[in-house]
């Protein structure tokens, strides 16, 4: 591909992108009859749905289960307490 492809490709991306964002106010009096809630548990499901599959379709779940147990700092190792509560106590004037 050469780079007036590129450029030429990328103007597009660029005004599709605009003319979504300047038709995206069309949609909110559809939305109007919905609670803010149901819309934004709506946007997280969807948003969840099209990761997995994005991850299925690349081939990239692999970071999601480790095969070997985790070590001590990890995310998923248990949180190690912030200070004893002898320190909090000498610390706050008690």
């Known amino acids: ?10 103007f597009w991306y660029g005004a599709a992108a605009y003319g979504m964002w300047g038709l995206f106010p069309l949609f909110w009096p559809l939305l109007e009859p919905s609670a803010a809630v ?14 997995v599959l994005m991850l299925l379709v690349q ?15 990890s995310p998923w190792s248990p949180p190690r307490p912030l200070s004893s ?3 909090g106590a000498s610390t706050s004037g008690v």
């Open 59 to 73: 081939r990239r779940w692999a970071w999601i289960r480790p095969s070997s147990p985790s070590p001590a700092g």
């Open 38 to 51: 149901d819309i934004l548990a709506n946007r997280m499901v969807w948003s969840l749905v099209a990761v």
């Open 85 to 87: 509560p002898s320190t």
């Open 1 to 10: 591909m050469t780079d007036q492809d590129e450029a030429g490709r990328g």
